[in-house]
């Protein structure tokens, strides 16, 4: 309207302009242009406005991007990494005290100690993971005084001059000798003594404790004794009977939660020919539970049993007429579980990651029995049974006079003998054994001769359960740093992946195991560090084996762009727009005002 | 410039490179001494469901059928079957499944044991049961209990494309998803070595992303080929198994758990023009030579044996041996009046806990309804507030427009 309007005005001035004076304009008031003046100051409140909103959108941006925040539980990744890089780099050091004793020798024990250390260095091999940190003290008793080697070990022997004369070892119960020595040496927890003496037999044994002992003849010399000391002292004390120092692990059969199960069955193969039943409860407390609370710290086990019915073998065996028996060979072993048969793994007590090993006890069919395993040297086996690491062992029993099948009744349920039964759990135990790595002969053979390894009611000596405390901590503190190192790789490849509190803190509680078990095991206290590593490694393993740490379940950010973006491009659009577009019409509107106060200023 | 250099980015600059030289110097100086070979695994997988795919699930019946007869124990096969063919409404021989059109062999005929079914055969599932991320429920027979001395066979039927393969109509498993889940199983040692069988279309591309060393993979058909089924059985309505398992089967019928044929000779059985496409395997991941690997290490079942030796006679067991018998009838006895002591006392306690639970039970109706009175009062009041504010707010409109 102002553009028309003004139109006429221009005409009208310059209709009557040029030759009469201008109709009725005061000549104070100076031109004034509507397209680029205005006469009064632009309001803000448009800007007010539209800045309002921008600026509420502004604010609360911030609220959203914390509520679309992944809620990750910060893992302690450096402390992960450390643990990593302790192991490593300063290898787990158990700290041993060895002490040797020589009765009836007359030699210097300084002398004697540089030999032994010298023998000793020559056998141990070089372990990257675990090592062993050992110290020496050798005392010779000469009957009326003892003489006392320098010792590096800050702690001093408590072995009383004269406790063990040559008159000790005279008979041979090596029984009452092992206790005879045991209340002389003590036997705690990381000290191993070994006495040398002087006598008529020679024999050489190791006891249940820690202590072994050797008797040697008149005319044999000291450098032997010396020889013989060194390889009891790494080859049995250290490495527990075994060539390496290390355990392989498939004769490691804890499970990632640190439990057991051991679950024996006993297989009749055919019951129309008999069934045989066996008093389970009876053998479980009087021979498997010291065992079993022997080995606590390592292991939490427990015990299952069954009986089962219609389980024939897989293999074949074949009738000799020289042995009268039927006879399967050690190559028919690895197919003599069947498995399609056989329903073992039935257990419902065990959890997802617990070790199940299986003792099966298989009593064969009239077409077969006796049935007898041969060796590949033709002998026949005495135990009759095998294992198969990591999954447990079989032994075959013959019922009693199975050629003669007329006295049994078929339909009757026959008790195994309570005698039979002792034998044969003594083979499990011997089975077991061999399924930790141990050898189930209590004869060991080095190379410098054969020691006797006394049993013990527990089934493990006090020094094999010292080694396998210490493999068992060093193979469980390594497989924790493994698997949280794996975890925390795991954890910073995925950012938008959601990591739940739980796991942090069993990252927290399984470190906090961790630095436990180092410390004990650096102060010589294997159990506890055993139990600890365990603890440590299983905590590891729940964090690793979290349900909830599944690639596929996690929020990618396309996805998030594709939930909000539908609605927040449009409508930011349209705000930040209107903000621009007030911003540029308030700012044209103070300039034509600041023109109309220019010239009206000019004008004045 | 600064703004980008914040702390926290710094702290990631400075952990990347550390990150990496800490895992080459792990790659690099973990003792892996070569574990023995304990243990097989089988993982069959069939992807579909749905009468017309009725040759997947004979093909992953009848590889679960060999590879029993093999000796592979049913608690070391994860058998995941859609299994709505048995009991289908069309099938003209009900809770049978057959291979082949001359219906000589029931695959579905005893002793099948299925793990995953009907709906349960999803990707979550299966990568669960490869990477063993199970919930705490699960029982065992549901896990892969492998150690690092395992062979597991991971069979895969069922369609599938240029780098995935469908489960059952609704999802895709990806490869890179496949290489991420084996690639985690061999950061925990979950397997020594790994034969992936693959019976799809276009089958070779699912296992182009691998990188874990000890796998070693074959695919029926290359990329841009489809794999065909052998043979249609008119009397069924459907096609019954496809080539590539059809030719497997065959091979395997020719062994027992005797035998030590080797991995090469399966591998060169296949005959391009008989499968209608180019079985491809990729070795580059698997460092023994295929000649020397018998198809029983993966097929078949091998324990390794030990004998032993001697019995562990303790030897003062042996003289106390007859003490023992009487104090363990003592101890025996005294076992048996605990157990029914403890027997007793849980039947008390069953009895207490029954009361409680019923006036559990009579309470628990009155107060979910009280609680939920007085929620419903909550709610009453709030949607009583907002219809008043609302009104003020309808007159101004109103008022305004008017």
């Known amino acids: 309207m102002a553009e028309i309007s003004e139109a006429p005005d221009s005409d009208s001035s310059k209709l009557f302009g040029s030759d009469s004076k201008a109709p009725q304009r005061p000549d104070s008031e100076p031109e004034f242009d509507p397209k680029l003046m205005r006469k009064t100051k632009p309001g803000l409140k448009r800007l007010f406005l539209t800045f309002s909103v921008l600026f509420s959108f502004l604010l609360g941006f911030p609220f959203l991007w914390k509520s679309v925040e992944i809620y990750r539980s910060p893992l302690p990744f450096r402390e992960i990494d450390s643990l990593s890089t302790q192991l490593r780099s300063d290898t787990l050091l158990f700290p041993l005290h060895f002490h040797a004793l020589f009765v009836g020798f007359d030699s210097d024990p300084d002398r004697l100690r540089w030999s032994i250390l010298s023998e000793i260095t020559k056998l141990t091999s070089q372990n990257p993971k675990c090592s062993d940190n050992y110290t020496l003290s050798v005392t010779v008793d000469l009957g009326s005084r003892c003489l006392r080697g320098r010792t590096s070990s800050p702690h001093s022997s408590s072995y009383q001059c004269g406790s063990v004369t040559g008159g000790d070892f005279v008979q041979n119960d090596d029984v009452a000798v092992d206790e005879r020595l045991a209340s002389v040496f003590g036997g705690k927890n990381n000290e191993y003594s070994m006495a040398v003496v002087k006598g008529v037999s020679e024999r050489a044994v190791v006891g249940k404790y820690r202590h072994a002992w050797m008797v040697v003849g008149d005319g044999s010399d000291v450098e032997m004794a010396v020889v013989k000391v060194a390889e009891v002292l790494i080859k049995v004390f250290i490495n527990g009977g075994r060539e390496e120092g290390l355990i392989r692990n498939e004769f490691m059969p804890v499970g990632a939660d640190g439990k057991i199960v051991l679950s024996f069955n006993l297989l009749n193969a055919d019951p129309h020919d008999w069934v045989y039943d066996w008093d389970f409860e009876k053998i479980d407390d009087t021979l498997l539970t010291p065992m079993i609370e022997a080995l606590g710290p390592v292991a939490n086990i427990s015990v299952e049993s069954q009986v089962l019915y219609h389980t024939p073998k897989a293999s074949f065996s074949y009738w000799n007429q020289k042995l009268e028996s039927y006879v399967f060979s050690t190559k028919d072993l690895p197919f003599f579980v069947n498995s399609n048969e056989w329903h073992l793994d039935t257990s419902i007590a065990a959890g997802g990651r617990s070790k199940i090993l299986q003792f099966a006890v298989y009593v064969p069919s009239a077409k077969e029995c006796p049935l007898l395993l041969q060796l590949p040297n033709g002998e026949i086996s005495k135990t009759n049974g095998f294992i198969s690491p990591m ?214 | 410039m600064e703004t980008f250099i914040n702390p926290k980015s710094l702290f990631h600059l400075l952990l990347l490179p550390c990150l990496l030289l800490y895992s080459s110097i792990a790659y690099n100086s973990s003792p892996v001494e070569a574990a023995m070979h304990t243990n097989n695994w089988a993982v069959l997988v069939c992807t579909s469901r749905f009468w017309f795919n009725y040759r997947h699930m004979a093909n992953t019946l009848s590889l679960y059928r060999t590879v029993k007869r093999l000796g592979i124990p049913d608690e070391r096969i994860i058998l995941m079957l859609a299994d709505d063919m048995a009991c289908n409404t069309r099938n003209k021989y009900p809770a049978q499944v057959f291979n082949n059109e001359n219906h000589r062999l029931n695959l579905y005929g005893d002793n099948v044991e299925v793990d995953y079914r009907g709906y349960e055969v999803t990707v979550e599932n299966f990568l669960r049961v490869l990477t063993g991320r199970h919930e705490t429920a699960v029982p065992r027979s549901k896990r892969l209990l492998s150690d690092e001395g395992s062979h597991i066979l991971l069979y895969m039927t069922g369609h599938g494309g240029d780098e995935f393969l469908k489960f059952q109509d609704s999802e895709e498993l990806q490869s890179h998803d496949l290489a991420d889940a084996v690639k985690q199983m061999k950061e925990k040692h979950r397997f020594k070595e790994l034969l992936i069988m693959v019976d799809t279309c276009q089958a070779a591309t699912l296992f182009n992303q691998l990188q874990s060393p000890g796998v070693l993979a074959i695919g029926s058909s290359m990329k841009g080929e489809n794999s065909y089924s052998h043979h249609l059985d008119s009397d069924v309505g459907v096609s019954v198994v496809d080539r590539f398992t059809y030719y497997t089967l065959a091979f395997f019928e020719r062994l027992n758990i005797y035998d030590n044929a080797s991995l090469s000779s399966l591998f060169s059985s296949y005959n391009p023009s008989l499968l209608m496409s180019t079985a491809y395997y990729r070795k580059d991941l698997y460092k023994r030579r295929l000649e020397e690997v018998p198809v029983t290490n993966f097929f078949g079942s091998v324990m390794e044996t030990i004998h032993t030796d001697a019995a562990y006679k303790a030897l003062s067991r042996r003289n106390s041996g007859r003490f023992e018998d009487e104090m363990s009838l003592d101890q025996s006895v005294h076992h048996i009046e605990r157990r029914m002591l403890i027997k007793v006392n849980d039947g008390y306690e069953i009895h207490d806990i029954n009361p409680e639970g019923e006036e559990g039970a009579s309470k628990c109706p009155w107060s979910t309804f009280r609680n939920k009175f007085q929620k419903a009062e909550n709610v009453d009041s709030l949607v009583n507030y907002g219809l008043v504010a609302m009104i003020p707010l309808l007159v101004i409109s109103t008022w305004l427009v008017q």
């Not at chain 1, 019922?399 to 349920?413: M, T």
């Not at chain 1, 026959?414 to 083979?427: A, R, T």
Request: glycine share 6%; net charge positive; charged share 20%.
């Open chain 1, 391 to 604: 999954w447990g062992g079989v032994i075959v029993w013959n019922p009693q006079g199975c050629l003669r099948d007329s006295e049994f009744k078929p339909s009757a349920k026959n008790i195994i003998p309570i005698q039979d039964l002792e034998n044969m759990f003594e083979v499990f135990i011997g089975q077991f054994r061999q399924l930790f790595g141990f050898k189930s002969l209590n004869v060991y053979t080095g190379a410098s001769g054969d020691w006797n390894l006394l049993p013990s009611e527990r089934g493990f000596t006090e020094w094999e359960l010292d080694v396998l405390s210490r493999q068992h901590t060093c193979f469980n503190l390594h497989s924790c740093a493994t698997t949280l190192g794996s975890l925390s790789r795991l954890v910073q490849s995925l950012p938008r992946m959601i990591i739940k509190d739980e796991i942090g803190k069993q990252v927290k509680l399984s470190l906090e195991a961790a630095k436990l078990a180092l410390s004990n095991a650096s102060s010589g206290v294997y159990e506890s560090s055993a139990a600890s590593s365990s603890q440590a490694r299983s905590l590891a393993e729940d964090a690793f084996f979290h349900p909830s740490i599944m690639s596929v379940s996690y929020y990618s950010f396309e996805h998030c762009f594709a939930v909000y973006s539908p609605f927040f491009l449009p409508v930011s659009m349209h705000v930040v727009l209107a903000a621009l577009r007030e911003l540029r019409r308030y700012k044209q509107e103070k300039a034509k005002y600041l023109a109309w106060k220019a010239k009206a200023n000019t004008a004045t």
